[in-house]
């Protein structure tokens, strides 16, 4: 695959096991990122940390995220200028990006992720090679356009020392060190800097692969990469794809490669990233979709959602019973701003894991922690309605009104679901008093006077019109069997949300408020929607869309160009891609 596209559209992802990172096109590293037990995660990287006090500005978080995919890295180095780049995967999880530079030298690079680190692996060239670029070890920033509450950014204090062909930089801040491998030994470096390090270094001669390794104690990281010096032939000597056989199409692909690179281990369970380069955080409606493509497209997709079922049962803090909106990987709330659909989500993954693998040994075993999920909804219950408040949308945007459509669908079909596996009588006398309420006070008529559900409703008479790529939920009503395809209510809601009428509609295509654009999840809600109405002009219609604002990797944004499927918000985001995955894989029918 030629790459010339490859440096305007995105770097490329590897990682498994906690390990993440992204590559430019030069096959230097922008971003590696490691789990930490008290920070999240913390990366090693070349972007400057961000300012606390712009957490606010959206426009400043915006243009810093934009600027993640456009950094120069750092590592390997060639000092004649390159001619050409091809990008190819060595496994599924790994990439390797070939460079011809003007002098000849063809130098292909592949970078994989190790125990705690990365290597990077590389030929050797009659041309002279260095180690260069711009690093700083930090926690990761997590910039979020709704904010939910600051986690002060420890401070940037880096001794970076080298020594004995050994590169370490510790971050006093952090406590934490990362290590290089690979450096000749002739350098000699010992300096504390509170900034980002511009650094241009020999590389060790006949070495043919740089080491990287996180660690807490700079004299422990030392000895932890020097002792993997012997093992540099096994490592070369990459293993088989851990993913099984994967769709041709490269954004389902994608969903389920990416969706296993984002399964960070934590103890006994599993934490899924949304991203690993913007929000290393995690929403447990993303996992959920994450979780379900790689429960159907993985081979080893249960043992994965059976350890993130722990992961959110017994290891995510809950505030009061209730999950909070986002977490660190680390199991701490984030954000604790309450969402309706946050808590539905795990329970629903427990139902459709249980169904699919007949493993009643966890739903047994977390049955009481199901039953706190419930004790939790009644507090959130209209005391006159079988209504569920929720102080945000699954958007992360406060609501004016406070019950809401899409996570009043999925409690209902959640709900059924528990009973049907469980046999619990409760909750299926919950669904059926929830779904004729949501037929009395969601309903509402456009300007046409056509009857159709409201976004949301104050259950006194007060509707809002809208509907927003965020709300799978009401395009799955017919394949969860909340309503049928020529249900009339659903019907003018799903046309409402694709019309000029709906402010998160922009030229026929579904975006939302939060970036005003077309969105991917607006466009698969387009695929779902076309799939319950067995219109498959309208669904090519739709993949083609969705293909065109792919990256080279399969990747989709958030947002793109309705025009040239340029990312206009989010370059990496787990939970389209699965979400494609689920519709390829035929999750849901």
Not at 68 to 85: E, N, Q, S, V
Request: net charge negative; aromatic share 10%.
């Amino acid at each position: 695959m030629n790459a010339g596209e490859f440096s305007h559209q995105k770097p490329l992802d590897f990682g498994a096991g906690g390990i993440t990172g992204s590559v430019d096109a030069d096959g230097r590293i922008i971003a590696l990122n490691c789990y930490d037990p008290v920070h999240g995660y913390i990366t090693l990287t070349s972007a400057d940390p961000f300012p606390d006090a712009d957490r606010y500005d959206v426009q400043k978080v915006r243009a810093y995220r934009a600027a993640l995919p456009k950094l120069a890295g750092f590592g390997l180095t060639g000092t004649d200028p390159i001619t050409d780049r091809m990008v190819k995967w060595v496994v599924d999880t790994e990439p390797r990006v070939t460079l011809v530079y003007a002098s000849g030298d063809v130098v292909p690079i592949a970078t994989a992720p190790i125990e705690h680190g990365a290597a990077q692996f590389f030929l050797p060239t009659a041309g002279p090679m260095r180690f260069q670029g711009r690093l700083s070890l930090q926690r990761c920033a997590y910039t979020q356009l709704t904010e939910g509450g600051i986690l002060p950014m420890p401070p940037l204090e880096m001794h970076v020392v080298a020594r004995d062909g050994i590169l370490t930089i510790h971050n006093r801040g952090l406590n934490r060190t990362a290590a290089i491998l690979g450096i000749s030994p002739d350098e000699s470096l010992d300096v504390v800097v509170g900034q980002p390090i511009e650094l241009d270094l020999a590389l060790q001669k006949f070495m043919a692969v740089i080491l990287y390794r996180f660690g807490d104690r700079p004299e422990d990281v030392r000895a932890d990469i020097e002792a993997l010096r012997p093992l540099i032939g096994q490592m070369m000597l990459r293993p088989p794809s851990p993913l099984g056989s994967l769709p041709a199409d490269r954004v389902c692909r994608r969903g389920l490669i990416y969706g296993y690179q984002m399964c960070v281990p934590v103890g006994a369970g599993i934490c899924i990233l949304t991203d690993h380069m913007l929000l290393p955080l995690s929403w447990n409606r993303d996992a959920y979709f994450v979780a379900m493509a790689l429960l159907h497209g993985h081979k080893g997709g249960a043992e994965l959602v059976r350890r993130h079922l722990i992961w959110m049962f017994e290891i995510a803090e809950r505030i009061a019973g209730d999950w909070g909106r986002c977490y660190l990987a680390n199991g701490k709330v984030k954000d604790r701003a309450y969402q309706l659909d946050q808590q539905l989500y795990p329970v629903l993954e427990l139902c459709d894991y249980t169904s699919r693998t007949g493993d009643r040994a966890l739903i047994d075993h977390l049955r009481l922690h199901v039953k706190a999920v419930f004790e939790g909804l009644k507090r959130h219950k209209s005391p006159d309605h079988w209504l569920f408040a929720t102080d945000e949308t699954p958007g992360d945007d406060p609501v004016a009104q406070p019950y809401h459509l899409s996570s009043h669908i999925l409690l209902w079909h959640t709900l059924s679901e528990w009973a049907s596996i469980t046999g619990d009588q409760t909750a299926a006398e919950w669904a059926r008093h929830i779904r004729p309420d949501i037929d009395t006070y969601f309903m509402a008529n456009d300007a046409d006077g056509k009857p159709m559900y409201a976004y949301t409703c104050d259950a006194r008479g007060g509707t809002h019109l809208y509907h927003d790529a965020n709300d799978l939920p009401t395009a799955l009503g017919p394949a969860w069997g909340f309503c049928s395809a020529d249900t009339l209510e659903w019907r003018n809601t799903v046309d409402f949300a694709f019309s000029a009428a709906n402010e998160a509609c922009f030229n026929g295509r579904l975006g939302s408020v939060h970036t005003r654009a077309p969105w991917a999840l607006g466009d698969l809600q387009d695929v779902v929607i076309a799939r319950a109405l067995h219109d498959s002009e309208r669904e090519s219609s739709a993949w083609e869309r969705l293909r065109q604002g792919a990256a080279i990797d399969g990747a989709l944004p958030e947002a793109y160009d309705g025009e040239t499927g340029a990312v206009i918000s989010r370059t990496w985001f787990a939970w389209p891609n699965a979400t494609a995955a689920c519709i390829q894989l035929g999750v849901w029918g």
